[in-house]
């Protein structure tokens, strides 16, 4: 009876709420990202028809919905998500797009049985600062595999968060394979207020 009274948008973040108490190290935030890092996740990327976008951690969708209105072929995307919960959720929210329960230290191997080309883009929004050191390397590497010559790969990291060790050791990791990154000024917007953090495959 409650749920009747509870909008999309709210129960989005409830569900969040309630897998960040029983998974607090990979759901890594309290609440979806806002609608403003949405958009500067998507900011400057032209997606063409051949355009695949891969897209680890997608939660409760809070990038998806920007992903899908920027892709013109919902067939050429996918989803990764650990939490069950999650999935279902997206499942039902996008249901022209693909998504995958599955472990983003395995995307190579659930990546090729879509059999969809390299992504041209991936959108992280995985909280490697909460990962341990195997994890993150496990996780870089499958990127390393998926990024194609001119792919793009794209996450963020809150500002509290960006002097961590467990932070800056991903970004030297993704700087030796890529060289360098972009980031972005300091999104406000969001909370907690992040960093859009990119880099791009020679
Ligand atoms: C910080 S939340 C971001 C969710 C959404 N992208 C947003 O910005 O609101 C991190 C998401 O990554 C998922 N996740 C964590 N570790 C993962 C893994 N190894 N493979 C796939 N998804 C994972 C979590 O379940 C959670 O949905």
């Known amino acids: 009876m409650i749920n009747h ?11 969040f709420l309630r897998e960040f108490v029983c998974n607090p190290l990979t759901v890594g935030a309290i609440a979806p990202s806002s609608p403003n890092l949405a958009k500067a996740m998507l900011h400057n990327l032209t997606l063409r028809d051949e355009d695949t976008v891969l897209e ?9 919905s920007f992903i899908r209105s920027a892709l013109p ?24 797009l693909h998504f995958i329960e599955g472990n983003a230290e395995q995307a190579v191997q659930l990546y090729q049985h879509t059999e969809l080309k390299l992504p041209s883009v991936i959108i992280s929004g995985l909280p490697f600062a909460s990962f ?6 496990n996780i870089i590497n499958n990127v390393a595999q998926l990024m194609a010559s001119g792919s793009v790969f ?3 990291q809150y500002v509290h968060a960006y002097a961590l ?14 060289f360098t990154h ?19 495959a020679q």
Do not use: C
């Open 165 to 178: 060790p467990s932070a800056v050791r991903f970004r030297h990791a993704m700087d030796e394979l890529f």
């Open 73 to 96: 072929n919902p067939q050429h995307y996918l989803g990764i998500e650990l939490e069950p919960r999650f999935v279902l959720l997206l499942k039902r929210e996008f249901p022209d």
């Open 182 to 200: 972009h980031r972005s000024q300091v999104m406000f917007n969001n909370i907690p207020p992040a960093y859009v953090l990119t880099w791009k």
């Open 5 to 15: 009274f509870i909008n999309k948008k709210h129960r989005g973040t409830l569900s």
């Open 132 to 137: 341990r050191r195997q994890t993150q390397d």
């Open 154 to 156: 794209r996450t963020f």
């Open 56 to 64: 680890l951690g997608p939660g409760t969708g809070a990038f998806t």
